[in-house]
Structure formats: structure tokens, C-alpha cells
């Protein structure tokens, strides 16, 4: 199956990117633990066992994490990464996953990748934890988008 040629939409892919730094695992408990930390303070405020300076503190943290995580990271691996520039198109074969744009193409065999999920806009083919290839849905016409979902599926162990 191939895509038609598609180009990144810059907002979906800071969405994205979104998405990918808030599902990984250290990030999540990160942002657990900072949560719990700001809810503790706030009551500790509240009840005045601890001064006011600290609950400045916590919330500042919280504040600095969740700008970091939603606004500073996407825009700078949108900002460094020449690929979201360009113009591809994607082929799912049999053995082999291609993307191919005017100056060339890479063949990826499926057993390099490890692991794929869905947001919104995009399907996450992951070669490892920190590596992967973003594919727009949009690139694929009416059914075939399902049938990519199916490909990277059958092909590509989800994760959970």
C-alpha cells in the first residue's frame, strides 16, 4: 500500500510531539510525583504548616515543568528536525516499510521497529524508546487509513 505525498502540518506535529513526551513512562511518573508534590504544599499552605515561600516554590515548579513538557521541548525537536520540512510518501509493502521523497527514499524492514502507537493525527512507528518516525494520517485516503492501522498492527508489536 502507499501513501499519497504528504507534507507536516507544523501545529499537528508539536501536537504530537506532545503526545509522545507525555506517554513516556518517566515523564508520566514525573509528572505524577510534582502533582502530588504541588497538592501537598498546597494543603500544607492552606492548614499553614508550611510558609508561604514554599508554596511559591512548588508552584513555580509545576508552572517551569508543564511549559517545559508543552511548549519547550515540541517547538525544539520541531525547530531542529529538517524531516517535518520536507515532502513524502510512505510505503507499507509486505516485508519492508519505505519512505521516499524526490531525492530518494529508506527502506526500513518491519523487524526494526519495535513498537507503533495512534494519536490523533499521526501513527508513532518507534525503532527504540527515544527514536521514531512520525506518519500523518491524513496521508492515506478514505479506508486506507484503517488499513495502515492494520499493517502497522500485524507488523509491529503495539505498545501498550
Avoid at 494543603?43 to 519547550?72: D, G, R
Avoid at 513524502?88 to 521523497?101: G, P, S, T, Y
Avoid at 529508506?106 to 518516525?133: A, D, G, Q
Amino acid at each position: 500500500m502507499t501513501s499519497q505525498f504528504f507534507t507536516y502540518d507544523k501545529n499537528k506535529v508539536i501536537q504530537a510531539l506532545r503526545y509522545h513526551f507525555i506517554t513516556r513512562r518517566e515523564i508520566k511518573v514525573m509528572m505524577i510525583l510534582v502533582n502530588v508534590f504541588a497538592i501537598l504544599s498546597a494543603v500544607l499552605f492552606f492548614f499553614k504548616k508550611i510558609s508561604p515561600f514554599a508554596f511559591l516554590i512548588s508552584s513555580l515548579l509545576w508552572f517551569t515543568l508543564m511549559i517545559i513538557f508543552w511548549f519547550v521541548m515540541p517547538y525544539m525537536v520541531y525547530r531542529k528536525a529538517e524531516t517535518f520540512r520536507d515532502r513524502f510518501r510512505a510505503i507499507l509493502a509486505d516485508d519492508i516499510f519505505r519512505i521516499e521523497n524526490e531525492r530518494g527514499g529508506r527502506n526500513w524492514n518491519w523487524s526494526e521497529f519495535s513498537t507503533w502507537i495512534e494519536s490523533p493525527h499521526f501513527y508513532h512507528l518507534y525503532f527504540n524508546s527515544r527514536s521514531f518516525f512520525i506518519v500523518p494520517k491524513d496521508a492515506f485516503e478514505g479506508d486506507d487509513v484503517h488499513e495502515a492501522r492494520n499493517i502497522f498492527r500485524e507488523k509491529i508489536g503495539q505498545k501498550k
